[in-house]
């Protein structure tokens, strides 16, 4: 490909020989060093092909071998440049496509990260990005090896990295470490204490023994089943103690819901924008202009696919949603709703493996909010696992 290039950038001619000795004019054009290439013999005819500099030296060969050479066909930039060299900027603009082409050719348009299971793409990508392999990278700028080997070290979850560079895409293959085994649970030596203070309604052990009894109050921290058990003959071992302690324990949660109340509300103003996304550079597609106010911006990005590959050149979408600052002011019964939103909320999301037996809410005001203040008795769980370290 690249001495096509060369032939082409010099200029080169198909040519045809005719005359009785055409191999005299063949050996003798060789031999005052022209080079002839795809050449074709037939009866007294010979073609091929020369670089057009030298078809200008061949007239005294062929006057001496008595062989008529013809020009067939002119081929490669010196006739393009004669074509078009009245239309000057056209020659100028498309010697400026080849260069650009010719430099991003030697660009990376894509990066591919195959391998991950654990792993976050992103994460690796901006590992990789760190280090020096990004999009719009020289490929001969790349120190892959030190790429590889940073990208290891800064990721200690990766056991093994190559990275393959194929045309403009960069390939990255990569074999996470295997997961160490951690200890079974089993294995561990542990206590089981309370986790709230509660009084104790039912106790199930499945492993150690019961340090407390239904009906025990017991405090937060306070030991419940214990590790150490003891066999018939008075031997003492330790045991991973596991149990469901059920408690009815006692809580009380304050809510405050002001009266007026700032809210960022849309106006319905909606402003756009189009950017034009070309490696890691972004500029304008149309003139700019100044938002003002308040407002969220939404960016949508549609990048160009080229079979199965996406290239990094494309538009960006960017919405503007003007929003504005309003007050508003709530009665009574509005904020009270509220707030029973915010202790519904509470109850499902904060508690949601507890049983609500009881609450008792105390509403209060003042002249800038409505108070909720509930005392909630509920029924759960208490048990907490706690590791007992030994040497």
Not at 184 to 190: H, M, N, R, T
Not at 321 to 327: L, P
């Amino acid at each position: 490909m690249l001495l096509d290039l060369i032939r082409w950038t010099k200029g080169y001619v198909l040519f045809s020989a005719v005359g009785k000795f055409p191999e005299r004019f063949i050996n003798l054009t060789i031999k005052n060093g022209i080079f002839i290439w795809e050449m074709r013999s037939k009866q007294n005819k010979i073609t091929g092909k020369m670089f057009m500099s030298d078809y200008l030296n061949i007239r005294q060969i062929a006057l001496k071998t008595g062989v008529k050479t013809t020009i067939l066909k002119k081929t490669g930039m010196p006739m393009v440049i004669k074509k078009y060299k009245p239309r000057f900027g056209l020659l100028v603009g498309a010697a400026l496509f080849g260069i650009i082409i010719v430099i991003l050719s030697n660009q990376i348009w894509t990066i591919d990260i195959n391998g991950l299971e654990t792993l976050s793409y992103t994460s690796v990508l901006k590992t990789l990005n760190e280090n020096g392999l990004t999009l719009g990278q020289n490929k001969s700028k790349l120190n892959l090896s030190h790429i590889e080997r940073q990208t290891i070290l800064k990721n200690d979850k990766i056991g093994w990295i190559a990275i393959n560079l194929i045309g403009s895409s960069a390939t990255v293959e990569i074999k996470e470490k295997a997961v160490k085994e951690e200890p079974e649970d089993a294995d561990l030596i542990c206590n089981v204490r309370a986790l709230k203070d509660g009084v104790i309604t039912s106790i199930h052990t499945y492993k150690g023994k019961a340090a407390i009894t239904e009906g025990s109050a017991v405090i937060k921290g306070q030991l419940l089943v214990s590790s150490v058990v003891e066999d018939a003959l008075g031997g003492v071992t330790r045991v991973h103690a596991s149990a469901k302690v059920i408690a009815k324990t006692y809580e009380t949660k304050e809510w405050v819901q002001p009266l007026e109340n700032d809210l960022m509300v849309p106006t319905g103003v909606l402003t756009e924008r189009f950017n034009v996304q070309f490696f890691n550079l972004q500029f304008p597609a149309l003139p700019a202009y100044i938002t003002r106010g308040e407002y969220v911006r939404i960016y949508s990005k549609e990048l160009i696919k080229l079979s199965d590959k996406v290239l990094p050149a494309g538009l960006i979408r960017e919405e503007n949603i003007q929003y504005e600052n309003k007050r508003f002011t709530l009665n009574k019964e509005q904020a009270r709703t509220a707030l029973q939103k915010r202790m519904a909320m509470y109850e499902t999301l904060e508690i949601p493996s507890a049983t609500v037996l009881s609450k008792k809410i105390k509403e209060s005001a003042n002249k800038d909010a409505l108070i909720y203040s509930v005392d909630y008795v509920l029924e759960e769980n208490i048990a907490l696992e706690e590791v007992v370290l030994t040497q």
